[in-house]
């Protein structure tokens, strides 16, 4: 049985997130593509400029947890994918950040 827990003391162990460190601005970046919902994708997309690399690998990496090939992934992403797939909202968050 998989365990899912988030005791953030122990995961950062002491260590603060700060964004303008180009170290934590990408991590934080990549994780919220690959594990966020829809909210908090969209939030973080405003702290970036549209032609900023967001996280390791860009936006592409917001569709590498549903493209994983597990059932499980593509069920919970379903709604999210949808989401950004949209004609009207790939074109507004998406493409801008194709390039970058």
Same mark, same amino acid.
């Given at each position: ?25 990408? =991590?934080?970046? /990549?994780? +919220?593509?690959?594990? *966020?919902? @829809?909210? &908090?994708?969209l939030?973080? !997309?405003?702290?970036? =400029?549209?032609? /900023?690399? +967001?996280?390791?690998? *860009?936006? @592409?990496? &917001?569709?590498?947890?549903? !493209? ?12 999210r ?20």
């Amino acid at each position: 049985e998989e365990e899912l827990w988030n005791d953030f003391s122990v995961l950062h162990q002491g260590e603060d997130t700060d964004l303008e460190k180009p170290e934590h601005r990408d =991590r934080f970046g /990549e994780k +919220v593509l690959r594990y *966020g919902g @829809v909210d &908090l994708v969209l939030r973080t !997309l405003a702290l970036y =400029r549209p032609h /900023e690399r +967001v996280g390791y690998r *860009g936006v @592409v990496s &917001l569709f590498t947890e549903p !493209l994983q090939g597990r059932t499980r992934s593509i069920i919970h992403y379903a709604a999210r994918t949808e989401f950004f797939l949209k004609r009207e909202n790939f074109s507004r968050y998406i493409q801008p950040r194709l390039g970058a």
